[in-house]
């Protein structure tokens, strides 16, 4: 104070200069502690599987050769969890690809018709669900867009089978297309329990489960919409949950052409 005014400025300038260092400092912080939490929670959900193979396999051996029916039942569950396991690497592969898309990018892009795409879920999911109510909403008769197809139709599986894991047998389920303010939607709804208040801001995070215990019996890793979200961003757009009072509602956005 009362100094020249180069020096006031001079002051200012370094004052700030501090504080960019501070900020930069905490966001590495940050980042550092994200990172050993994701390594920890990604040892811990693989354990899981590895474990269980581990006991098939000690069961598998333990049990006697004349009892050839029960050894096919431990290879088959042993298998199952030999390829939950394998379900959980790609996830995390392509997390890891999907952080570092800077150096690498994760999607490969082309004209794709987002209706047709979305038609085709719905196919799968009424083959794979059968006896669930899927509605289509009428909507454009085509979308044709910019995108990785096999990537949103990823994010549209996983909404899709969200839906139906997630909710009481005969919940009925509807899917819908639309265009608004120059975005294309996809809305993916269900009237099951939905998600409690609490969780709704963390259905996103990595492993998040609203029950830990029953979701992961169902095969669920908790990755599913992390990494949904993940893709819908890498194609310029958003998943979201919408705020909806009589349904759980997921809204996928992309960029019109
Ligand atoms: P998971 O592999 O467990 O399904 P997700 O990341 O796909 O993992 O979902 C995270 C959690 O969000 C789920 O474990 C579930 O508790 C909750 N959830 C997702 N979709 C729905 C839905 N349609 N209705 C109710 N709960 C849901």
């Given at each position: 104070?009362?100094?020249?005014?180069?020096?006031?400025?001079?002051?200012?300038?370094?004052?700030?200069?501090?504080?960019?260092?501070?900020?930069?400092?905490?966001?590495?912080?940050?980042?550092?502690?994200?990172?050993?939490?994701?390594?920890?929670?990604?040892?811990?959900?693989?354990?899981?599987?590895?474990?269980?193979?581990?006991?098939?396999?000690?069961?598998?051996?333990?049990?006697?050769?004349?009892?050839?029916?029960?050894?096919e039942?431990?290879?088959?569950?042993?298998?199952?969890?030999?390829?939950?396991?394998?379900?959980?690497?790609?996830?995390?592969?392509?997390?890891?690809?999907?952080?570092?898309?800077?150096?690498?990018?994760?999607?490969?892009?082309?004209?794709?018709?987002?209706?047709?795409?979305?038609?085709?879920?719905?196919?799968?999911?009424?083959?794979?669900?059968?006896?669930?109510?899927?509605?289509?909403?009428?909507?454009?008769?085509?979308?044709?867009?910019?995108?990785?197809?096999?990537?949103?139709?990823?994010?549209?599986?996983?909404?899709?089978?969200?839906?139906?894991?997630?909710?009481?047998?005969?919940?009925?389920?509807?899917?819908?297309?639309?265009?608004?303010?120059?975005?294309?939607?996809?809305?993916?709804?269900?009237?099951?329990?939905?998600?409690?208040?609490?969780?709704?801001?963390?259905?996103?995070?990595?492993?998040?489960?609203?029950?830990?215990?029953?979701?992961?019996?169902?095969?669920?890793?908790?990755?599913?919409?992390?990494?949904?979200?993940?893709?819908?961003e890498?194609?310029?757009?958003?998943?979201?949950?919408?705020?909806?009072?009589?349904?759980?509602?997921?809204?996928?956005?992309?960029?019109?052409?």
């Amino acid at each position: 104070p009362g100094g020249a005014p180069e020096v006031e400025e001079l002051r200012t300038a370094f004052n700030t200069m501090l504080e960019h260092i501070d900020d930069s400092l905490a966001v590495r912080a940050e980042a550092e502690q994200r990172l050993r939490r994701f390594v920890a929670d990604a040892s811990h959900e693989l354990r899981t599987p590895l474990m269980s193979v581990r006991g098939y396999a000690d069961l598998f051996q333990y049990a006697a050769a004349n009892e050839p029916a029960e050894r096919e039942r431990h290879l088959a569950r042993l298998r199952a969890e030999a390829a939950r396991m394998g379900v959980l690497l790609d996830d995390l592969l392509l997390l890891a690809r999907l952080d570092a898309a800077e150096v690498e990018a994760p999607l490969r892009p082309r004209d794709a018709d987002l209706v047709e795409l979305v038609g085709q879920a719905a196919d799968a999911f009424r083959a794979s669900h059968p006896g669930r109510a899927l509605t289509v909403a009428p909507g454009p008769a085509s979308l044709p867009l910019r995108l990785d197809p096999q990537r949103v139709r990823q994010v549209l599986d996983n909404l899709l089978t969200n839906a139906a894991v997630h909710t009481p047998p005969g919940t009925p389920v509807s899917v819908a297309v639309s265009v608004a303010d120059g975005r294309a939607l996809v809305r993916v709804a269900d009237r099951g329990p939905g998600i409690p208040a609490a969780d709704r801001s963390r259905v996103f995070d990595r492993f998040f489960r609203v029950d830990k215990a029953r979701s992961r019996d169902r095969g669920g890793s908790g990755l599913g919409l992390s990494v949904a979200r993940s893709l819908a961003e890498a194609h310029g757009g958003t998943l979201a949950l919408a705020d909806e009072p009589d349904a759980t509602a997921f809204v996928l956005t992309l960029p019109l052409r």
